[in-house]
């Protein structure tokens, strides 16, 4: 009985380091602008100001070293289209001001050009996640770089991370 009892808590440990190690570990990005599944306001679009909204970060794991902040549109008709990327923002940081980006290093988007790039969705209501990764190490890469530069440089490090999904639809 006590061997079984045994081998179960070293798969149970084992299943939650192997958890942790792939970036299972739990994150919250909200912010006030919006909700989870809920209408970003197109002020935070490009029928609006195209400024981005503000973000609240919770829940960073003690051990990170840097922060890496994704924006996408997994529904774009060309498939996956990214908004902003920013890496090695500071993790002691827990929120980004409406209109601003964290200080850190910023990459190209898929508009070609660094910086925030709101929701423009050619037709239809498009989903726009809203990534933060905690990871062990900064990253080595220039200004500039693009998406998959980045997911390549952070395969291995992430170990957290969380989600803000927003909706958004052109009024015509």
């Given at each position: 009985?006590?061997k079984a009892?045994?081998?179960c ?5 084992l299943?939650?380091l ?7 570990a ?7 602008a919006f909700q989870e ?6 002020k935070?679009?490009c029928?609006g100001?195209?400024s981005s909204?503000?973000?609240?970060i ?6 990170a ?12 008709p060309s498939?996956?289209f990214?908004h ?5 923002i500071s ?5 980004i001001?409406?209109g601003?980006?964290?200080?850190g ?9 660094s910086?925030y ?7 239809g ?19 500039g770089t ?5 997911d ?8 957290a991370?969380?989600?803000?999904m927003?909706?958004?639809a052109r009024k015509k």
């Amino acid at each position: 009985m006590q061997k079984a009892i045994n081998a179960c808590t070293l798969a149970i440990a084992l299943v939650a380091l192997a958890s942790f190690a792939a970036g299972g570990a739990r994150m919250k990005i909200t912010s006030s602008a919006f909700q989870e599944g809920g209408n970003i306001p197109s002020k935070f679009t490009c029928d609006g100001g195209d400024s981005s909204p503000p973000l609240q970060i919770a829940e960073i794991p003690s051990g990170a070293k840097s922060l890496v902040l994704v924006v996408d549109d997994p529904d774009a008709p060309s498939g996956l289209f990214t908004h902003w990327i920013v890496w090695n923002i500071s993790p002691q940081t827990n929120a980004i001001a409406e209109g601003s980006a964290p200080k850190g290093v910023q990459g190209t988007s898929d508009f070609g050009k660094s910086g925030y790039g709101g929701p423009c969705p050619p037709s239809g209501t498009h989903r726009y996640y809203f990534k933060i990764f905690a990871l062990d190490r900064e990253l080595n890469l220039p200004s500039g770089t693009k998406r998959d530069q980045l997911d390549a440089a952070m395969k291995g490090h992430v170990v957290a991370q969380g989600e803000l999904m927003g909706r958004y639809a052109r009024k015509k």
